[in-house]
């Protein structure tokens, strides 16, 4: 399994626009949806082994903040075609089986993911209520195979000073995980995949 890291957004980048379809209600869910409100936007899939091994504590923890006032949205933008186990389909089984509190959502021309720079699943961006970047990177340090705790520790923390108006925190790790699936020619200048 390839282990490819986050790119490590620049802090304080303004959150790229958005507006996709969610598989499992029909709707199209738009980042002005949420304007005015801290959002967490998650780059994840069905099947990538690091987000199922997070998969869990990712709903629990987003359920945790989502209670307190932080808008949470995953995107899916894996090249469906040739990964038929992230299809629209297959999104709308994921959020009935786990119960996603969050819209789930499908980014078919993967130009969100490119807008974001994001390189792997997972990969989480936690934006302020003006929707500057004030978090960027792991949800904590667990991963397949290793003996870490899987508890979000380090993205519950970003959520905690930005709930309660400090600085983001001072270390900020990348996030590690499946790299995105890319349709051919759609790799961007940022993703360098490893040999």
């Not at 996709?20 to 899939?45: N, W």
């Not at 359920?63 to 297959?90: C, F, L, T």
């Not at 108006?165 to 699936?181: A, D, F, Y």
């Not at 790799?187 to 995949?193: D, G, I, K, L, V």
């Amino acid at each position: 399994m390839a282990r490819t890291p986050s790119t490590m957004l620049r802090l304080g980048t303004q959150a790229p626009g958005f507006s996709l379809p969610e598989p499992a209600s029909g709707k199209t869910v738009a980042s002005t949806d949420f304007s005015g409100r801290p959002l967490l936007v998650m780059f994840i899939c069905n099947h990538c082994p690091f987000v199922i091994h997070v998969r869990a504590e990712m709903q629990r923890m987003a359920a945790d903040y989502q209670a307190r006032g932080i808008a949470v949205v995953a995107i899916n933008a894996n090249d469906a075609d040739h990964y038929p186990d992230d299809s629209p389909e297959k999104m709308i089984e994921e959020v009935r089986q786990h119960g996603y509190t969050f819209p789930y959502l499908y980014d078919e021309s993967q130009a969100v993911a490119i807008a974001y720079q994001a390189a792997c699943t997972p990969d989480f961006f936690l934006f302020d209520a003006g929707h500057r970047l004030f978090y960027r990177g792991q949800m904590d340090a667990a991963r397949p195979g290793n003996p870490e705790p899987v508890n979000a520790a380090d993205l519950r923390q970003a959520m905690e000073h930005l709930l309660a108006g400090r600085t983001p925190p001072e270390e900020q790790r990348p996030s590690l995980g499946c790299n995105i699936k890319w349709k051919a020619g759609n790799e961007p200048q940022y993703f360098t995949p490893k040999k």
